[in-house]
């Protein structure tokens, strides 16, 4: 096969060995029913660890005390006949989520419709109590959806607001220093292999830019072209780097109005991205964004 297509099969395997790494361990729905104080009316469904929250702080206690602890979808009701204790009562706070990608309904991995690097910066309000843009994806649709970020949308903010190209890339990188580690390294593990001008090529590259590069008053310097050293840097951080999110922060998310279109339209991309089947009963674009 040509070498690229070998690459390519290479990255395949890679990849497939590290879905187990990358897979959720255990569902991200546990679908636990809070009921309201009548006993009739379901306030919503809520994880087990939030569950168990409620009951130690003696908001709320298992409507059958040997269900307590359980996986079941175990209602249970409050001793507080304070509405605003639970969560916002809608369409789908109070339907059962299933455990399945949202896209093609396949295996299990946790996604942030708005990506993390964005969400965790925002105020509190918009993240509190809103389980409603974290989704399950397979490892395929996230890919699929990773990539489309990067060219959809990270691209168009790199161009929309990095005025100074110098604090893109965190780190700096010595491109002959670089070429000289590379080039030593294939002399030392491979030169039994490469082709003859391959060799010669490598070498007068190493020796010219060593000779330049490195210190010649040190009476151990070593003037091989074979010698290896692993421990050569080639890069260091750049003290200018500004990180995207920062940029797309200050400028791009001002006000609350500006954070909530912002969500929206994310979740619209990802609507429009992967046109999932499976979003839970009551997931829309123009569900609030943010607590009470």
Known sequence: LPEHLQREIYKEERRKKSIRFLSMKKPLYDNIEMYHPDN?????????KKANWYVK??????????????????????????????????TYNINHKKNICVACGGGLMRHYVVPYSYRKKFPIKFKTHLPHDIVLLC????????????????????QSYRTDPNTRHKVIVDEKLKHIKSYSRALYLYKNKLPKHRIQLYEKYVLKEHLVTSNQNDPDYETDADAYDKNLITEKLNPKYIPLVDLVIKHKLKTDQDVREFVIGWRQFFVDTLNPQYLPIGWSVNSPVESD
Request: glycine share 4%; with cysteine; proline share 2%.
């Open 57 to 90: 702080k003696q908001l709320a206690v298992w409507r059958r005390e040997e269900d307590a602890g359980t996986m079941a979808a175990t209602p249970i009701k409050t001793n507080d006949d304070d509405g605003n204790t639970f969560e916002r009562m809608n």
């Open 40 to 48: 009739r009316t379901m306030l919503c469904t809520i994880g087990k």
């Open 139 to 158: 490892i395929e649709c996230h890919i699929a959806m990773d990539q489309a970020i990067k060219i959809c949308r990270t691209d168009i903010y790199e």
